[in-house]
């Protein structure tokens, strides 16, 4: 077989890592260490979602195949990154008449379990959902890259590099779509912006979402977000943003909190938020794996599946994830 090498080391990059060295397939990887959104993502996998309380895309395949193979790694790497989680979805006065509806019709209504009347939120309705969960994606990749380092699979070199293997999979994430890297994309990438704090006494188990949301990452202490810019993704952290993850903050924590970091990444987005992987249209043997967007935890074990299927055995690649038929439709708008 072809010699592969996996240019990135955010998710995407990790997870096809984990999905050839499953299947005993060699491979190599070329990582700067930039930091990227995956190293700052809070991780959320929720079924329902957005002012809209839609079903996240694809959600019951996805769901399925994301906890048993983060639970394989988590043997592997003898440590914890998946945390299953119920939902309390807060609805305001000013929400209510719009926001049940769609909460009990639909596809929605599967995923709630209730309503919960003893709260901390006087002027909300409270409902709890099932389905969640926080996916540690800071520590699975710095876990995933000290084992493969062990393993001395890991350069540190230039990515040109990577132009003298076989077969090239570009993970650069937001970074390798801002460089149009290694092809022109379009591109939606939007900064996003988080805080992490400490409620002291609170011990919430539940993610708590709102116009927010709040999620526990233990010892009391919760990421709060997020932010979308969708019109600068200059890196760095902005007052403006701080200012409003506090109200945030204020609203969903029910109590004192202190602020102990603040964080932005920048969400690698393309076409309707949905990966894009395969081959480029005039060179196989460059291949793309990127636009996890903000639901990555969630995806990225089975469009990394595909992609190793494919890379392995010319597997089909679904026609909503495959980068045929998006740059097909680049050139054909």
Known sequence: MSEITIVGMGLAGSCLAWQLWRRGVAFRIIDNNEIGSSHVAAGLVQAVTGKNCTVSWRYKEFVAEAEPFYREIETILHDQFWFPLEVL???????????????FSGESLAWVKGELHDHAWPTAKAYILHGAARMDVPKFIRATR???????????????????????VWCGGAAGLLRQQPIVWRQRCAKGEILTIRAHGWQQTRLVVGRGWMVPIGDDCYKVGATYDWDSVATGTTKEARTYLEKLATELAAGDYEVIAHEAGIRPIVRKSQPVIGPLPDDPRQVVFNGLGSKGSL??????????????????????????????KLSNP
Do not use: N
């Open 299 to 328: 995806c990225a074990p089975t469009v990394s599946r595909q992609l190793a299927e494919w890379l392995i055995s010319g597997a089909m690649i679904d026609e909503d994830l495959s980068s045929l038929d998006y740059f097909a």
């Open 89 to 103: 979805r807060l609805i305001f006065p000013h929400e209510e008449k719009r926001m049940i509806g769609k909460l």
């Open 146 to 168: 000290a084992f493969f380092d062990s393993h001395g699979l890991i350069d540190s070199t230039d990515h040109a590099i990577a132009k003298t293997s076989d077969i090239t």
